[in-house]
């Protein structure tokens, strides 16, 4: 997301979390088919995925963002 500081989308113990950094963690909850809901930052990701099904990157949206932003896979 442009302006903000990377963070990861990681799996553990077979739960998806938002990683900031190795303290700031939060749980992504699933409110609907491929969207989650990280608390900690109000945030909304979406996932977007390829012909193949493989999630390419989020849409992430909040109350706090003037647009939804996108948020790209790194390999």
Do not use: C, H
């Not at 809901?37 to 849409?59: C, P, Q, S, Y």
């Not at 992430?60 to 932003?69: G, L, R, S, V």
Request: hydrophobic share 40%; proline share 12%; net charge positive.
């Amino acid at each position: 997301m442009e302006g903000y500081p990377p963070f990861t989308v990681s799996i553990r113990n077979g739960r998806p979390i938002q990683v900031w950094n190795p303290v700031r963690m939060s749980p992504l909850l699933p409110v609907g088919p491929d969207t989650w809901f990280a608390r900690f930052d109000w945030l909304t990701l979406k996932a977007e995925r390829d012909a193949n099904g493989r999630i390419t990157g989020f849409t992430a949206t909040a109350p706090w963002a003037d647009k939804p932003m996108k948020v790209t896979r790194l390999e």
